[in-house]
């Protein structure tokens, strides 16, 4: 029932971030920062099923917290591609090579996420070396709150300290009421909605996939 | 698992490439929409990949149960 509700309110509410708005490149806001925010929730939400794993022992959970966290890194990856193009037409100028691509590609936010989503690679190159499932749930589970413990510092605290182009530096970037005008905002908070269903959607479609897979192992 | 990490690198590769004169000019012209339909355009490819990447699994088990 969940899930079909999921699927419904997932499918409907994609659409939304077609809708056209004042601005041009801003317009990247609905779309580029709406990926992060699926990334964060899905992280989130596999960060809980790793604590649920540990409390109960059940194998479901483990599956769970998988599949959210790839999820997650897909549209970490696809925030940083966006965030690179959108990047290079914004803050690179081709006429002064003091903001060329390769300066600007310095940012500590960029720094920072990059190392937050190699966190994230590591916590799968570690699931897959170990072959024993038990021990691979637990270890991989306990790895994974560490990772989520270092997400949001190297995302979000350290970038903020140190001077950045990166907007969102004295506060929630996008989130905040000075710099995001009131139509934006109409359509900014159901497009974040919208592709969190969405990332939640293609996550739940995963674990519905391993779960009959690994029927086997499930009590 | 080859085919995908091909795909990554190009994902990554995107902005270089971008640096082509003709292709950069059309990203700069009215007010710079383009980029935002590159963004639209990056977002909708993946996505996409990666439910044929799901949809391929799902094969996979339909062959194992029948």
């Known amino acids: 029932m969940v899930l079909l509700f999921y699927t419904i309110i997932g499918g409907l509410l994609v659409k939304i971030p077609n809708l056209p708005v004042l601005g041009e490149t801003i317009r990247n806001l609905f779309f580029h920062v709406g990926m992060w925010a699926v990334m964060m929730t899905l992280f989130t939400c596999s960060v809980v099923q790793s604590i649920r794993y540990l409390s109960k022992m059940n194998i479901r959970y483990d599956i769970y917290a998988h599949n959210y966290a790839s999820t997650g890194i897909l549209f970490g990856l696809i925030g940083y591609a966006t965030g690179a193009l959108w990047m290079n037409y914004t803050w690179a100028d081709p006429n002064a090579p003091s903001y060329s691509f390769s300066t600007v590609a310095r940012d500590p936010k960029l720094i920072g996420t990059a190392i937050a989503l190699l966190i994230y690679f590591a916590y799968f190159i570690l699931r897959q070396s170990i072959p024993d499932i038990d021990k691979r749930a637990k270890i991989s589970a306990v790895y994974n709150i560490f990772a989520f413990a270092m997400l949001f510092p190297t995302i979000m605290i350290i970038p903020r300290i140190l001077p950045s182009l990166h907007p969102g530096q004295e506060g929630n970037p996008a989130l905040n009421f000075k710099d995001v005008d009131s139509t934006m905002r109409l359509i900014e908070y159901p497009a974040f909605v919208g592709w969190t269903l969405l990332g939640v959607w293609i996550a739940t479609l995963k674990i519905r996939i391993n779960l009959i897979k690994e029927k086997h192992f499930i009590k | ?66």
């Open chain 2, 1 to 66: 698992m080859k085919k995908y990490l091909i795909y990554i690198l190009n994902l990554l590769l995107i902005p270089f490439f971008a640096n082509a004169q003709g292709v950069d000019n059309l990203l700069r012209s009215n007010g710079r929409i383009y980029v935002v339909i590159g963004v639209i355009l990056i977002i909708f490819i993946s996505i996409i990949l990666y439910l044929i990447r799901i949809e391929r699994k799902i094969d996979k088990l339909e062959k194992q149960n029948h």
